[in-house]
């Protein structure tokens, strides 16, 4: 298991894949860089402001860049997990059977998933950029301005499945783990648990976890799903 496997590639070229590369990689990956832009989606969002974040507003601005360095972030790394997998089928000479197979298999099935599902997230809509507070603004309608049953139905699926799939990687990492121990991997594991559950609750506390509608679209009661949820507390 510890002997390093070589592809030959075209142009005399070679790739050398040994079980420490994917091992590290996938935690990399998994345990370090995903539930980081996960942590940073939950708690990056913009306060909740009257305006919300304008139609157009900069990409790596203040109000956005949570979403894009999300997008783009979870993109890349989920194709990048498919090259973790592939070092591992190249040692192994294909698929195993072992729990560490499963779990891994699971985690990079659902990390493209997740790619899938993001496209049927619908419509954005929404008052436009330049009379977003006015009372008469111009709205365009949209799924997740209205919170139609295809947005909420992708939320479900898209947050839960999200956790659930770094939930498999970390299983996938500890079996991994007790068919190829590295020490300095264990004791990273480690470091990177207690650093997420700390961050998490310091987050939590000093209030950064925002509503991810309030942050978007803005306090105001004339939008859909805000006014829906006050008509609720009202019991109307």
């Known amino acids: 298991m510890d002997a ?3 592809l030959q590639l075209p142009f005399g070229f070679a790739l050398e894949a040994h079980w420490e590369y994917h091992a590290w990689l996938m935690f990399t990956i998994w345990i370090v860089l995903v539930p980081g832009i996960v942590l940073l989606t939950r708690y990056g969002k913009p306060p909740p402001s009257r305006e919300g974040i304008p139609n157009g507003s900069p990409r790596l601005g203040r109000k956005l860049y949570w979403f894009t360095v999300h997008r783009l972030g979870l993109s890349l790394l989920a ?3 498919l090259c973790g997998g592939s070092i591992a089928l190249l040692v192994n000479g294909g698929l195993s059977a072992t729990i560490h197979a499963v779990f891994g298999i699971a985690t990079v099935v ?3 998933l997740q790619l899938v599902s993001a496209r049927l997230r619908g419509t954005h809509g929404g008052p436009d950029a330049f009379t977003q507070s006015a009372t008469n603004a ?3 309608r949209g ?3 209205d919170m139609s049953p295809q947005r909420r139905w992708f939320e479900a699926y898209h947050k839960i499945v999200g956790y659930f799939t770094v939930a498999l990687a970390l299983g996938a990492v500890v079996t991994g783990l007790s068919q190829y121990w590295t020490s300095s991997l264990a004791i990273g594991l480690g470091l990177a648990l207690s650093i997420w559950v700390v961050t998490m609750i310091v987050l939590e506390a000093r209030g950064f976890h925002h509503d991810t509608y309030l942050s978007n679209f ?3 009661a004339r939008h859909p799903f805000n006014k829906l949820r006050i008509d609720q507390m009202n019991g109307d």
């Open 4 to 6: 390093p496997t070589t």
């Open 110 to 112: 659902l990390g493209i």
């Open 143 to 145: 799924d997740h301005y």
């Open 138 to 140: 111009t709205v365009g």
């Open 79 to 81: 194709f990048s997990s």
């Open 218 to 220: 803005g306090t105001g």
